[in-house]
C-alpha cells in the first residue's frame, strides 16, 4: 500500500532563510509524488509534481523537490522564505496499485518570522 | 466563475437537522470529489465521481449521501450527524480520474460545525 510520511508536523523559518519540508514515501510501484500548498481559509494548491521524468521538480513561486529513490524521500525546498510561504502544505504520493488515488500526508505548518 | 465553487463557506447545524453542501466546477473536469479534512489528519478521500457516476465510497457512513445531477454539480447531503463529523469538507475535480496526473483542483471548503 502507498502511504507518505512528513517527518515535521511544524516548520519556523525567519524570512529570507532556506526553507525545508521532509517527506518520505512508501510505494510498491514507481510512484508520483506531489506537493500541494494550502493557505488559510483557502483550498489546496498543486505546487509541483514528480511523475518519473527528472528528479528534480521545479514548481511555482520558487519552490523545488528533489525525488530520491534510494532513500524513498521527496524533499521540499525553497531557498529564501517569503511572508507569503506561511501556509499548510502536504506531500501526496499515488500509485497504479492504489488506481492512482492520492494518498496525503498529514501537512506540514510553515510560519514564516519577520 | 473560475475553478471549483463551494457553498456555504461555514454551516452549523444540530444532530438533527439535515443540510447539505454544494459543489460547482467550472473547468470542463469529468471527475469529482468529496474529501474530508479533520485538524492535523491526511485528507480522507469521501467519494468520488466520474461522468456523473458513483465510482468510490471509502466506507463513509450513511449520514453522508451524495449526489451528482451533472458533471459540473456535486452536493453533499447532511443528516443526523454526529459531534465528530465536524470538519472542513473539501470539493475537487479533475480531468479523469484514476489517471495518473495527480492533480486536483480544490473548492476553498465549507466549514462543518456539529452541535
Known amino acids: 500500500a502507498q502511504s507518505v510520511t512528513q517527518l515535521d508536523s511544524h516548520v519556523s523559518v525567519s524570512e529570507g532563510t532556506p526553507v525545508l519540508l521532509r517527506c518520505n514515501y512508501s510505494?510498491?510501484?514507481?510512484?508520483?509524488l506531489f506537493w500541494y500548498v494550502q493557505h488559510p481559509n483557502k483550498g489546496l494548491q498543486l505546487l509541483l509534481k514528480?511523475?518519473?521524468?527528472?528528479?528534480l521538480v521545479k514548481g511555482i513561486n520558487g519552490f523545488e523537490a528533489e525525488f530520491k529513490k534510494s532513500e524513498t524521500s521527496f524533499h521540499l525546498t525553497k531557498p529564501s522564505a517569503h511572508m507569503s510561504d506561511a501556509a499548510e502544505y502536504f506531500c501526496?504520493?499515488?500509485?497504479?496499485?492504489?488506481?492512482?488515488?492520492?494518498?496525503f500526508g498529514a501537512g506540514t505548518t510553515v510560519t514564516v518570522r519577520a | 466563475e473560475t475553478g471549483v465553487t463551494q457553498t456555504p463557506r461555514h454551516l452549523v447545524m444540530g444532530m438533527t437537522n439535515k443540510k447539505s453542501l454544494k459543489c460547482e466546477q467550472h473547468?470542463?473536469?469529468?471527475?469529482m470529489y468529496w474529501y474530508k479534512q479533520s485538524a492535523k489528519k491526511p485528507l480522507e478521500l469521501m467519494f468520488v465521481?466520474?461522468?456523473?457516476?458513483?465510482?468510490e465510497n471509502n466506507s463513509v457512513p450513511s449520514r453522508f449521501s451524495p449526489e451528482c445531477p451533472n458533471s459540473s454539480h456535486l452536493f453533499l447531503h447532511l443528516h443526523t450527524l454526529q459531534p465528530e463529523d465536524s470538519a472542513l469538507y473539501l470539493c475537487?475535480?479533475?480531468?479523469?480520474?484514476?489517471?495518473?496526473?495527480?492533480?486536483?483542483?480544490f473548492g476553498e471548503g465549507s466549514r462543518l460545525t456539529v452541535l
Open positions: 475537487a475535480s479533475s480531468q479523469d480520474p484514476g489517471v495518473d496526473t495527480g492533480e486536483l483542483f
Open positions: 510505494s510498491s510501484y514507481s510512484p508520483s
Open positions: 514528480y511523475t518519473s521524468a527528472a528528479t
Open positions: 501526496v504520493v499515488s500509485d497504479r496499485g492504489n488506481d492512482y488515488k492520492l494518498s
Open positions: 473547468l470542463g473536469h469529468n471527475a
Open positions: 465521481y466520474s461522468l456523473e457516476e458513483r465510482v
